[in-house]
């Protein structure tokens, strides 16, 4: 079941960023925001398939959103900066960073995506404890790092693992 987060009201306009467009249906926060999702499309990804863009639509429309959803297919390390030059002075409310599951590649998606937030905007990181490629490290990182920028919360106990970073007012 998805549920919105109570930090927006039900039809304001929230520009959503989502590394990976696979978990889009996941963390929506209204049924009118703007998602723009970067995917790679690789099955198996994190031990399931990847069903692909159709299928992310479908559950976007099955779970009520009537939104624009922007399913971009590739590296988002390839395709953010050209992103972002078409949309100059953009800021991202709620960015999801799912990343490749390598320290490096998500050290790089975490930092490069840092100065597209806006103020009082989220940042959700994923994979903490994963017992394949846990990122906890990665994580630790980031917020000793960005400590000034963002305040944080996680979860280490549950579906493995998720960090919440809140740009600072």
């Known amino acids: 079941m998805i549920t919105r987060p109570p930090i927006f009201e039900a039809n304001e306009l929230v520009p959503v960023f989502d590394i990976a467009g696979f978990d889009a249906a996941g963390f929506y926060p209204g049924p009118a925001c703007e998602i723009a999702g970067f995917d790679l499309w690789m099955t198996p990804y994190a031990g399931a398939d990847n069903p692909g863009p159709d299928f992310v639509r479908g559950e976007m429309q099955r779970v009520g959103y009537r939104g624009k959803l922007e399913l971009i297919s590739g590296g988002q390390s390839r395709n953010r900066p050209r992103y972002f030059g078409e949309r100059p002075g953009l800021l991202i409310e709620v960015v999801n960073v799912v990343g490749d599951h390598t320290d490096e590649g998500a050290w790089a998606d975490l930092t490069n995506i840092t100065g597209i ?12 404890i994963h017992p394949s490629h846990t990122l906890l490290g990665v994580w630790r990182r980031f917020q000793e790092t960005y400590a000034a920028e963002f305040e944080f919360c996680e979860n280490l106990t549950s579906h493995n693992g998720t960090g919440v970073a809140r740009r600072r007012d």
């Open 117 to 128: 937030i806006a103020s009082g905007g989220y940042l959700i990181f994923d994979a903490l």
